[in-house]
């Protein structure tokens, strides 16, 4: 079993808080942990979705046999683990066995929030490209850019 989260990193000028929109499904690439061979698509991992995992008590969001070595694996969201977005901290901590993350799509929909003490948010916002929009309220701008993802083993 291991233990992976998603990062996000970016260049982010008077900005203090970004938040996904959904935080409850997740759109991933994978691989199998026993024969190495890629999914061919990508997977969403959501957490409203609960399998039962082959000769086992245990549930799973996913649970999946590779098409090659016929293998079952399984990923689970952990408890509790989504959360708001800081430098260097996962946004969402998985639970894998014998399925490996291999790349986080992150889609659109996030929340920006203004720095400087500023209540400007702004919603449905794409970070697939970079970002620009001007604070009214504060008269600064505000920018992400250099948007990168992760995928990272981290601690249960």
Not at 45 to 66: F, L, P, T, Y
Not at 107 to 134: F, I, Q
Request: proline share 4%; net charge negative; glycine share 8%.
């Amino acid at each position: 079993m291991v233990f992976l989260g998603l990062f996000l990193r970016a260049d982010m000028d008077n900005v203090s808080r970004i938040l996904p929109a959904d935080v409850d499904h997740w759109e991933i690439s994978v691989r199998c942990g026993s024969c190495n061979e890629d999914n061919p698509t990508p997977i969403t991992v959501s957490a409203d979705d609960s399998m039962a995992i082959s000769g086992s008590r245990g549930e799973a969001n996913v649970v999946m046999k590779c098409k090659f070595c016929k293998r079952e694996g399984s990923i689970r969201i952990v408890d509790n683990s989504v959360v708001e977005w800081a430098e260097d901290q996962p946004l969402v901590r998985f639970e894998c066995r014998g399925i490996d993350i291999t790349k986080w799509h992150p889609k659109g929909g996030w929340t920006v929030y203004a720095g400087n003490d500023s209540p400007t948010k702004w919603t449905d916002v794409d970070l697939s490209d970079d970002w620009m929009e001007y604070d009214e309220k504060s008269g600064d701008p505000v920018s992400i850019s250099d948007v990168a993802t992760d995928v990272r083993r981290v601690k249960g």
